[in-house]
């Protein structure tokens, strides 16, 4: 199976911070690679998917890049609205999903 | 607008089952994967499986091999997670989401979007 290693784990930024998160996978995913948003009480919200697609309607502040088995999810000027848990999820055939271990982002 | 909508909250003791059902609306739900995904309490999010609700056709992840079981109703838009032999470390907000569309054994937009708004089950003596 293949393994998502999410980093960092917490991180605490200021409003109008540039946040990054990274993901690594475990052997090449191509750019199978899809970010969402999930907060305290709530499902998780698609934002990014195919590793550098954003989602419509989400804000352009947020933004994937990567490919083969190092990932970046990047929110460009942090808001107070973006305090959540963000995990990355990688897909692969046949069929299978795995999460990363998700970064709960705090406002310093 | 697309929504799935899923049944309530479920308290079971050990070693029961439980089935956890999941509505769609505002899309053809034939059309795309369901997936079902938990999250115990302060935990990160685990998948459980897929299934094509065209073909009937299921996919688990090894750790829920024999004991979850998915299936749906196409008649009335509803997909079913039943999870069995439960124990206390299944405790846990149950997802489901709509996926990408498996054809010939491979998964094409693979993203979950959206989810429903989550079962919880609780398991205890």
């Known amino acids: 199976d293949i393994q998502m290693t999410q980093s960092p784990s917490s991180l605490s930024a200021s409003v109008g911070d540039r946040v990054t998160i990274t993901c690594q996978a475990s052997?090449?995913?191509?750019?199978?690679l899809n970010w969402y948003q999930q907060k305290p009480g709530k499902a998780p919200k698609l934002l990014i998917y195919?590793?550098?697609n954003l989602e419509t309607g989400v804000p352009s502040r947020f933004s994937g890049s990567g490919s083969g088995t190092d990932f970046t999810f990047t929110i460009s000027s942090l808001q107070p609205e973006d305090i959540a848990t963000y995990y990355c999820q990688q897909y692969d055939n046949p069929p299978q999903a795995t999460f990363g271990q998700g970064t709960r982002l705090e406002i310093k | 607008q697309v929504q799935l909508v899923q049944s309530g909250a479920e308290v079971k003791k050990p070693g029961a089952s439980v089935k956890v059902s999941c509505k769609a609306s505002?899309?053809?739900?034939?059309?795309?994967?369901i997936n079902w995904v938990r999250q115990a309490t302060g935990q990160g999010l685990e998948w459980m499986g897929w299934m094509n609700p065209n073909s009937g056709n299921t996919g688990y992840a090894q750790k829920f091999q024999g004991r979850v079981t998915m299936t749906r109703n196409t008649s009335i838009s509803t997909a079913y997670m039943e999870l069995s032999s439960l124990r206390s470390e299944d405790t846990a907000v149950y997802y489901c989401a709509r996926g990408g569309q498996t054809k010939g054994g491979s998964c094409y937009s693979c993203w979950f979007d959206p989810w429903g708004q989550g079962t919880l089950v609780t398991v205890s003596s």
């Open positions: 052997q090449d995913i191509s750019n199978y």
């Open positions: 505002g899309y053809t739900f034939t059309s795309y994967d």
């Open positions: 195919d590793a550098s």
